[in-house]
């Protein structure tokens, strides 16, 4: 079996074509993908886009998007992580302009992700932006979700009730609750240890956590704009099958590469939930990344399934 094929087939780990997604996705057969994910170019002249009108802009993201509910399985989700289109310091929400395009397949929007990071330029004559968005969309009311995948240390893991019947016990989830739709995950930023000479990188971390929920192993995940191939490595990491294309040579080899790489086990990622550094209290930031790992491991060891009899 091929590690990684340039085209469509599914007796490889990995997919990654050379190319414009628009042509390749038509070799893709209907409802044979599990996920879409993506960050597509946000129309503001960067190396891998040509910058247009937002009408023209609207007509090809209209065009992939079209394409891809169509490979889309009936229980399978797409996740379009966008930003803004910004122009004499206005900001025009992509997200908002491109939610009719899935409203008209009659797509299910299942979470408005807000995604916050700490970097990012400085704007002069408004707020400087910190977020983006994710639009999760499946295709019926029958999807997969895995949420016992994706959950996030408890704050206090060791909490119990402290009166009522059932005083004593565990008053949270010892898997970890649920991470809610607002994510903290730092972005790729020059010290980052996933930095690629990508302008406009996604974190692993990011693309991992809709990975491992919205999806089960073999599954293929498709990334119509693959850059420097996150999504396809967070993909292969997981085992899954990661699909994408890439129209910048320099991206496309680095994509290969870092895929290669997460297949082996050898790609340097940040790990999943690892908490946010504060330069004041380093010892606080590794004292607490410590007991949160010590007492769900202790949790995961003693305690019967969240709701299970005993």
């Not at 889309?72 to 939610?99: K, T």
């Not at 408005?112 to 002069?124: D, P, V």
């Not at 099958?241 to 340097?268: N, P």
């Amino acid at each position: 079996m091929a590690r990684i094929s340039d085209k469509f087939t599914v007796r490889a780990d990995a997919v990654i074509n050379f190319g414009s997604c628009y042509d390749f996705v038509k070799t893709v057969p209907d409802e044979s993908v599990k996920l879409v994910i993506t960050s597509p170019p946000y129309n503001i002249g960067k190396k891998y886009e040509k910058k247009s009108s937002l009408k023209e802009y609207y007509k090809n993201q209209e065009q992939i998007i079209d394409e891809c509910i169509r490979i889309l399985a009936n229980d399978g989700s797409i996740c379009w992580q966008i930003g803004n289109f910004v122009e004499n310091s206005e900001i025009v929400p992509l997200d908002i302009l491109l939610f009719p395009i899935f409203q008209k397949h009659n797509l299910k929007l299942r979470n408005r992700i807000i995604w916050q990071f700490g970097h990012g330029l400085h704007a002069s004559k408004r707020f400087s932006g910190r977020y983006e968005t994710i639009l999760w969309f499946t295709k019926t009311d029958n999807y997969i979700f895995n949420l016992d995948s994706v959950r996030i240390p408890q704050k206090y893991p060791q909490k119990k009730y402290f009166k009522g019947p059932r005083i004593g016990e565990l008053s949270c989830n010892p898997l970890g609750k649920n991470p809610s739709d607002i994510w903290d995950i730092p972005n790729v930023k020059n010290n980052h240890v996933e930095k690629t000479e990508h302008p406009c990188q996604f974190p692993i971390e990011l693309v991992e956590r809709l990975i491992l929920a919205l999806t089960n192993e073999k599954d293929i995940v498709f990334d119509p704009f693959l850059g420097v191939g996150s999504t396809s490595a967070a993909a292969v990491k997981n085992m899954r099958m990661g699909m994408g294309c890439e129209i910048v040579e320099e991206y496309y080899k680095i994509a290969v590469e870092r895929t290669k790489l997460a297949m082996d086990g050898k790609l340097r990622t940040r790990p999943m939930n690892k908490p946010i550094y504060d330069p004041k209290n380093p010892k606080i930031n590794l004292e607490y990344e410590w007991e949160i790992t010590k007492a769900q491991a202790e949790l995961f060891n003693k305690q019967p399934a969240y709701g299970a009899t005993v």
